[in-house]
């Protein structure tokens, strides 16, 4: 598959606009749809659970589960995103539209990546400031909160794409989704804290990358960590240059992508 050379500004910045613009014009699906789950994941939780639950790290159960469905809204879109693009462009067959431009493999995983990176961290600020006319949300450090932000949404952007491009039909995508995505998320330490977890339990979570998103985006409201967050912090950064690796290879060799 021919690449330039020369990088393409103005056709990146196309690809991304073309990206942003596709879940923008469906907002009450893309943005008011993860805020009314996530919702409803907390009130389920804090009725059924919040007052038989004692403060976690200091806090209350209510203030410790929010930051972990905040990032696991983050995550399920910026997933979403990605690899429905490339999902229905394949099954379409206007996937060519995309490869045709003289776009580097680098530029189609920026543009692609960008677009689900933007989705995601869109629906972390919307369902971040709904929840907290319901919830206290105090920020004890804004750059852990961005950080994870800005990481965790590309991470899953990443493995939208790996997904969008591996997959032969949707049902290959709901596989990753209900056996790769749906496990990981829930197993992280979303709603509750690692530590309770008998030793075996933390090993194992531990070799969960998603779990390093959810306890180092929590800390940023709470101040408080299971793990240090900068060991949280390389790993994610070493996975998502790994992910970034895998997918410029996708697109460098056309792998599932060449007619």
Known sequence: MHRPTTSNAIGLWTLYVREVRRFMKVYTQTLMAPVVTTLLF??????????????????????????????MAMM??????????????????NIVDTLMPPFSATELVMG??????????????TVCVVMSFFVTMQIHNFALIAFHAIAASMMLALIGIMGGVWADKFDHMAAVTNF?????????????????????GQTIAHFNPFFYMIDG????????????????????TVTNALLWTVCTWMFKSGYKLKS
């Open 42 to 71: 907390l009130a389920v939780f804090s009725l059924a659970l919040g007052q038989f639950r004692p403060d976690v790290h200091g806090v209350p159960f209510t203030e410790f589960l929010a930051p972990g469905l905040v990032m």
């Open 76 to 93: 399920q879109n910026a997933f979403a995103n990605t690899s429905s693009s490339i999902m229905i462009a394949k099954v379409q067959g």
């Open 112 to 125: 692609i990546a960008g677009g689900g990176m933007t989705r995601g961290i869109c629906v972390g600020i």
């Open 180 to 200: 790769v995505i749906t496990p990981l998320a829930f197993l992280s330490g979303t709603f509750y804290s690692i530590e309770r977890l008998p030793e075996a």
């Open 217 to 236: 985006f929590r800390s940023g409201f709470i101040g408080h960590a299971d793990i240090d967050p900068w060991v949280g912090i390389i790993v994610i």
